[in-house]
């Protein structure tokens, strides 16, 4: 019994340290302002009771692979971002609840980078995976009318969907002919083919 309960122990630290938790009573950014997760683990549950972002605000996560966001009370204005990244080239995926009590327009950037062919760099990245659950006794959410208000997008776009080939090719054979090393000469002798990452997925659905 003792070596059952031992193993659980262990077994729930593991899952506690792969993951960081945070709870804000308050956030609110003004015009523009931006602000950025970057510390802690690749995955992330913030619950923010109340959020405030004023007109082109943004809330930037980077090197997290996955965030749960949970919003008790939500006032966002005009073109507000949320957006993030594995730091590989991959897109955050989220999974947002939010209580919206008013709402201008909210894009959720969740689209692959594209690789930078010939260097240290990661393949073209996977769009993410977005799951939007909005509190149906506040605002309901638009994603058709973009000049309208309550308006939702999403972008869950593949990285490397705007390569040129032609254009890859010369800039390898760039790197190569400028490197005294030949092929040696390209971090890791990476040479990646182009193709495009996978496309995300987005569901915007009411709480359960």
């Not at 006794?137 to 994603?143: D, E, S």
């Amino acid at each position: 019994m003792k070596y059952i309960l031992s193993i659980g122990l262990m077994m729930c630290s593991l899952i506690g340290f792969s993951q960081t938790t945070e709870h804000i009573t308050k956030l609110e950014l003004g015009k523009k302002e931006k602000k950025t997760f970057s510390k802690g683990d690749s995955t992330m549950v913030i619950k923010i009771d109340t959020l405030i972002m004023k007109d082109k605000a943004r809330l930037d996560f980077f090197a997290k692979k996955d965030v749960k966001l949970e919003i008790g009370y939500a006032e966002i204005g005009n073109n507000v971002v949320i957006t993030g990244t594995d730091s590989k080239n991959n897109a955050t995926n989220f999974d947002i609840s939010s209580n919206f009590q008013q709402l201008g327009s909210l894009f959720i950037i969740a689209r692959g980078f594209d690789a930078f062919n010939g260097t240290r760099t990661f393949p073209n990245g996977n769009g993410g995976k977005v799951t939007l659950a909005y509190n149906d006794k506040g605002i309901v959410p638009q994603t058709k009318e973009k000049n309208k208000k309550n308006y939702v997008f999403v972008d869950v776009q593949p990285g490397g969907l705007s390569v040129n080939p032609s254009s890859e090719i010369r800039q390898i054979y760039s790197r190569i002919a400028m490197s005294p090393g030949g092929l040696r000469g390209l971090p890791q002798g990476q040479i990646y083919s182009g193709s495009p990452g996978m496309e995300g997925k987005v569901e915007i659905k009411p709480m359960n």
